[in-house]
C-alpha cells in the first residue's frame, strides 16, 4: 500500500524518515484525539501516537503511545488500515517526516498511572468532528480512511 504525503517542506530543513505510528479507537460512537498544548502549533488535536521506538513493532508503539498520551490500554488490530506520512517539525525545532501507520482498535481499560505526557489531554468527538478538527493533514486523511471502511463494512439491508 502506498502512502501519501502530507505536510509542507520548509526550504533549508532535512526531513529525514521517522517511523511512526497511531491508533484510531471509537468508543460508543466517539473516537479518542488527545489535545496537545504544542508551543509551536498551540492548541491542536491529534490522534494518539507517536515515533517508533528501536526493536519496537509500529502496533506496540501505537498501543504504548496511546498509554503514555491518554492513559488508555488498547487492543489494536494486527495490521494497519493506512499508512500516511507528513512533514513535520516538533516543538523542539526538529524536523522529520513521519511515516505513520494507522491502527484500529478499542479501548480494555483506562489507566491513567500510564499518561507521563501532561501537554496531552485525552478527548471524545464524533468521528466527524475529529475528520474536521484533527491539526495533521495525514490525521485527517487516515480517519477519512476510517471512516469509509467502517461504513463499507456496516451490514445492508
Request: aromatic residues 8%; proline residues 6%; negative net charge.
Amino acid at each position: 500500500m502506498a502512502a501519501p504525503q502530507f505536510g509542507v517542506r520548509e526550504p533549508g530543513r532535512d526531513y529525514p524518515d521517522r517511523p511512526a505510528a497511531f491508533a484510531v479507537l471509537e468508543r460508543d460512537g466517539l473516537v479518542a484525539v488527545v489535545r496537545v498544548d504544542s508551543r509551536r502549533r498551540g492548541l491542536v488535536l491529534d490522534l494518539p501516537g507517536g515515533g517508533i521506538d528501536d526493536g519496537e513493532s509500529a502496533r506496540d508503539a501505537a498501543a504504548r503511545e496511546c498509554g503514555e498520551e491518554a492513559g488508555l490500554v488498547v487492543e489494536l488490530e494486527a495490521e494497519p488500515f493506512a499508512l500516511a506520512d507528513h512533514y513535520f517539525i516538533n516543538d523542539d525545532g526538529w524536523s522529520h517526516n513521519s511515516r505513520g501507520r494507522f491502527f484500529s482498535g478499542r479501548v480494555a481499560a483506562e489507566a491513567p498511572e500510564l499518561k507521563v505526557e501532561d501537554d496531552h489531554t485525552l478527548v471524545w468527538i464524533t468521528p466527524q468532528d475529529a475528520l474536521t478538527g484533527l491539526d495533521r493533514d495525514a490525521h485527517a486523511w487516515a480517519m477519512a480512511a476510517w471512516m469509509r471502511r467502517l461504513e463499507r463494512e456496516r451490514p445492508t439491508g
